[in-house]
Each structure stands twice: as structure tokens, then as C-alpha cells.
């Protein structure tokens, strides 16, 4: 199964009332990154037990990296994100991680719709649209 971050058209990316600290598109090159960095990972040869045993360890910089979090704005928690992708894709699957009980409650999905806003998302029908709840585990 190919990763559709490769095909994401990244000068197309939009996030409607995101609050700035953390863009849409640093989301999108970190997740490329990692990615990259566990492709890599993937790929390189099994280390000998003595450098395991002797503690020598390279660190990942991105181990020590905060994440980035996408958030909107203080004043209305709506986000907008238009994920354009430069070729057809099918979507089978999202993966929302949520910082402790701050995540949506309502997700509604567009195809096709790149010049969206706010009213739209209330007066068009979405081509599917579910609700989250938060499990602490």
C-alpha cells in the first residue's frame, strides 16, 4: 500500500483558522520525514550485538523533537484543512491523534472542493462525515 503523503500537492496546502505557531505544511514535511527517517531505518542493516551491548546509540534528531500539533485559533475551535493531492487517490483511512481531550468531535470529509470556506462546510453535503469521542486509555 503506497503512503499518500508523497502525493500531497504541498503548495496547495491550506488550513483555514489554524493558529499560526504551527502550520499545516511543518505537519506535513514532519510526517514525510519520519517516513523517510523509518524507510531508512527499514533498510539498514542489523547492527552487531557488542555496539548494542557497548551503549554506543545514534539518536534520531527528531526523538527529542516536540511534535507539531495543528490547532485553530482560541476564539473558534473549527479547523479547515484542504489536503490537495496532485493525482487520484483513494482514501481508506485517517489517522487523528488527539493531545489529551483537545481533538474534533465532528469530522466531515469533501472531494473535489478546493476553494472551500466555512459556509460551505455548513451548506454542502459532505461526502462523509462521522463523530469522534475521546477513550483515555
Avoid: W
Wanted: hydrophobic content about 35%.
Amino acid at each position: 500500500m503506497d503512503d499518500l503523503i508523497d502525493y500531497i500537492d504541498n503548495a496547495s496546502l491550506e488550513c483555514l483558522n489554524q493558529n499560526v505557531v504551527n502550520p499545516l505544511e511543518d505537519l506535513v514535511n514532519e510526517v514525510k520525514d519520519e517516513i523517510m527517517e523509518e524507510t531508512a531505518e527499514e533498510t539498514q542493516p542489523e547492527k552487531p550485538e557488542e555496539d548494542v551491548a557497548s551503549g554506543s546509540s545514534s539518536s534520531s534528531s527528531s526523538e527529542s523533537k516536540e511534535k507539531i500539533i495543528i490547532q485553530s485559533n482560541a476564539d473558534d475551535p473549527q479547523l479547515l484543512l484542504k489536503l490537495p493531492f496532485t493525482q487520484v487517490v483513494r482514501l481508506t483511512q485517517i489517522v487523528l491523534v488527539p493531545v489529551e481531550s483537545d481533538f474534533p468531535t465532528i469530522v466531515k470529509l469533501f472531494i473535489n472542493a478546493p476553494h472551500m470556506d466555512f459556509s460551505d462546510v455548513n451548506d454542502k453535503k459532505p461526502m462523509q462525515q462521522f463523530e469522534l469521542k475521546y477513550i483515555s486509555v
